[in-house]
């Protein structure tokens, strides 16, 4: 098991993709509130009233949002999707996943979803201790670029992006080191982005399965997350990834 006593992590999102949902009426909205209210998450989206005098240029269409401010955790519910986010709070993942599997299977049962259409994970880490000081990004992640004498790299604007090996063809993963306006002109500011997809359908009584898709996915991203961060930075964040426990 990872272990970083300074997780770069900011950002974690598992989109699960599904058919087109009926518009829920309100006694529908209002178990879910009280469900979601006994898990810890605050009142959902208000619903915006329109004028009855004509159109309101303010309207905003957005997704019902629920909110947990003492795990930094998001539910999002759109019509087709239904998001959970978390913020650097991200806890242990065998914590947060029986949560996430019945938060959802009841999201289901109450909207009456009967089809997973896809799934897929987003890491996003970030890192600002990287001096800007004879900078090379192989000194921070295990990437090495060639590029002509005639380019450079502007590390505080830049995105690389790799495509991973899967072993499925239903299966896409990707991988972005982004630069980003750091803070200071001591630091450099570089965000990891890691994302798994599998673009598969799953019959929503199939719990197993979709249990076990997570955790197949969960397990890659940190094999991937292990494997790009350099010695260096590892020790920066003092990283144990469990290689020496018996």
Known sequence: MVQ?????????????DINDVENPTIETLRDIASKLEDMGYS?????????SKGPDSQLIFAPIRFLSEKEGNEILIFRDSIYF????????????LPKILSNFFYLSEKLNILVIKNISFDYIDLFTNFSQNRFELKSYFNISIKYQPEFDIDYKDFIIGLRLNTEESSHKSILRIRGLKPNT??????????????????????????????NYVHDYLLKYFKFVLSER????????DGANSQ
């Open 85 to 96: 986010q978390y913020n650097e709070k991200y806890p242990r993942w065998d914590d947060i």
């Open 43 to 51: 009142e959902p989206t208000r619903i915006k009233l329109i004028s």
């Open 233 to 240: 930075t590892k020790k920066m964040i003092v990283m144990d």
């Open 185 to 214: 002109e001591e630091f450099y500011k570089i965000q990891l982005e890691t994302h798994y997809e599998i673009q598969e359908e799953i019959e929503i009584n199939e719990k197993d399965q979709l249990k076990d898709n997570l």
């Open 4 to 16: 970083c006593l300074y997780p770069p992590l900011i950002k974690f999102i598992l989109r699960i």
